[in-house]
T-cell receptor, first 110, second 112 residues
Framework: KNEVEQSPQNLTAQEGEFITINCSYSVGISALHWLQQHPGGGIVSLFMLSSGKKKHGRLIATINIQEKHSSLHITASHPRDSAVYICAVGRGGGADGLTFGKGTHLIIQP | SQTIHQWPATLVQPVGSPLSLECTVEGTSNPNLYWYRQAAGRGLQLLFYSVGIGQISSEVPQNLSASRPQDRQFILSSKKLLLSDSGFYLC???????????FGPGTRLTVL
């Protein structure tokens, strides 16, 4: 069993829909990261959170430490949101390198 | 502002040839540095991290090595590439442990 599980693996939705991507983890963490990977491969950090909720524009990330679960929400989705969204956890210790989920491939159709 | 550079952007190498990928960070001092790899059809995996010059920690056994000869320079090397070394290599930095990580543009390596 992977230490970080994401669902769904693939998601296709219509423009304007509310999107939810889920992440569960099975290990102790220092923080949870949500990343966005564009088709060319570049990765952008969206959020780092260790408790509660964060919001940036149309993106919202929540984490429940007791349940070891996090969600990434996109409101009023747009075709430019199409990308792979990756959940990763910091394991603490050392330099706190990340352990990654396999990603959710999101396509927003106009 | 801080920026992170990687080169080359793409690389095609024969099996058994050596490898050197370079990563440099600008605009910050004493960053944590990381090498990650994304193999085809697989998720990202941490390969090496460094908290200072000359300090390298390896996460997985492999025929790759890393070095940090200067504060903001991180190099990934191999003496003899294997087919399984093909993938997308990403360098990242953070101001310290338990902080957000920022990724470079990546190097796409194909070993033939």
């Amino acid at each position: 069993k992977n230490e970080v599980e994401q669902s769904p693996q693939n998601l296709t939705a219509q423009e304007g829909e509310f999107i939810t991507i889920n992440c569960s983890y099975s290990v102790g963490i220092s923080a949870l990261h949500w990343l966005q990977q564009h088709p060319g491969g570049g990765i952008v950090s969206l959020f780092m959170l260790s408790s509660g909720k964060k919001k940036h524009g149309r993106l919202i990330a929540t984490i429940n430490i007791q349940e070891k679960h996090s969600s990434l929400h996109i409101t009023a989705s747009h075709p430019r949101d199409s990308a792979v969204y990756i959940c990763a956890v910091g394991r603490g210790g050392g330099a706190d390198g990340l352990t990654f989920g396999k990603g959710t491939h999101l396509i927003i159709q106009p | 502002s801080q920026t992170i550079h990687q080169w080359p952007a793409t690389l095609v190498q024969p099996v058994g040839s050596p490898l050197s990928l370079e990563c440099t960070v600008e605009g910050t001092s004493n960053p944590n540095l990381y090498w990650y790899r994304q193999a085809a059809g697989r998720g990202l995996q941490l390969l090496f991290y460094s908290v200072g010059i000359g300090q390298i920690s390896s996460e997985v056994p492999q025929n790759l090595s890393a070095s940090r000869p200067q504060d903001r320079q991180f190099i990934l090397s191999s003496k003899k590439l294997l087919l399984s070394d093909s993938g997308f290599y990403l360098c990242a930095w953070s101001v310290g442990s338990w902080h957000e990580q920022f990724f470079g543009p990546g190097t796409r390596l194909t070993v033939l």
